[in-house]
T-cell receptor, first 115, second 110 residues
Framework: KAGVTQTPRYLIKTRGQQVTLSCSPI?????VSWYQQTPGQGLQFLFE???????NKGNFPGRFSGRQFSNSRSEMNVSTLELGDSALYLC??????????????FGPGTRLTVL | SQKIEQNSEALNIQEGKTATLTCNYT??????LQWYRQDPGRGPVFLLL?????KEKRKERLKVTFDTTLKQSLFHITASQPADSATYLC?????????FGIGTKLQVIP
């Protein structure tokens, strides 16, 4: 079974731009969660999607948004990029349940650098 | 506010010894707790999940304890090997939400 894939793996943007990251979960998994990881803050929960609906949301500004498609693939978008948005963005899929209720399978992440 | 504390300093141990990592939490009543391993440049990999009504869970050389009175989980790796060197994250959750600790870096010295 193929694992969670994320594209692109690396991205460099400038302040004020917007970016879209993509995540393909494990086949059959309907839940996709997104996390931001930085050295100082660790893994911070952004949001979770299940069957195309946002089921839970972390404490991030409205510039961070996401969506899920009928094939469970998910995208997250960050608008008006700030320097502080530089981070590793991880997505995780799981078969069902709430975010983290069962084993989560993480992708390799997208490294976003904002200049 | 909810807080998860893991020993942010690196833990160095000799090969063959038991490594013990600590996860403490406050202002939280999690339904379960998970431990993950993360290698540099990679996403976390799930290791173990323990629920609030369980005291201990084992998997091969790994053992996790969960004390909801002390609000603490201990993660043990017995007969540690250099390949166990990584950052270990604990994560606490209730339904639909999970919160990660910052992780503890473990270095197993040959």
């Amino acid at each position: 079974k193929a694992g969670v894939t994320q594209t692109p793996r690396y991205l460099i943007k400038t302040r004020g731009q917007q970016v879209t990251l993509s995540c393909s979960p494990i086949s059959g998994h309907r839940s996709v969660s997104w996390y931001q990881q930085t050295p100082g803050q660790g893994l911070q929960f952004l949001f979770e999607y299940f069957s195309e609906t946002q089921r839970n949301k972390g404490n991030f500004p409205g510039r961070f948004s996401g969506r899920q498609f009928s094939n469970s693939r998910s995208e997250m978008n960050v608008s008006t990029l700030e320097l502080g948005d530089s981070a590793l963005y991880l997505c995780a899929s799981q078969a069902s349940g709430g975010a983290g209720y069962n084993e989560q399978f993480f992708g390799p992440g997208t490294r976003l650098t904002v200049l | 506010s909810q807080k998860i504390e893991q020993n942010s300093e690196a833990l160095n141990i000799q090969e063959g010894k038991t490594a013990t990592l600590t996860c403490n939490y406050t202002n939280y009543s999690p339904a379960y707790l998970q431990w993950y391993r993360q290698d540099p440049g990679r996403g976390p990999v799930f290791l173990l999940l323990i629920r609030e009504n369980e005291k201990e869970k084992r998997k091969e050389r790994l053992k996790v304890t969960f004390d909801t009175t002390l609000k603490q989980s201990l993660f043990h790796i017995t007969a540690s090997q250099p390949a166990d060197s990584a950052t270990y994250l604990c994560a606490l959750g209730g339904y639909q939400k999970v919160t990660f600790g910052i992780g503890t870096k473990l270095q197993v010295i040959p």
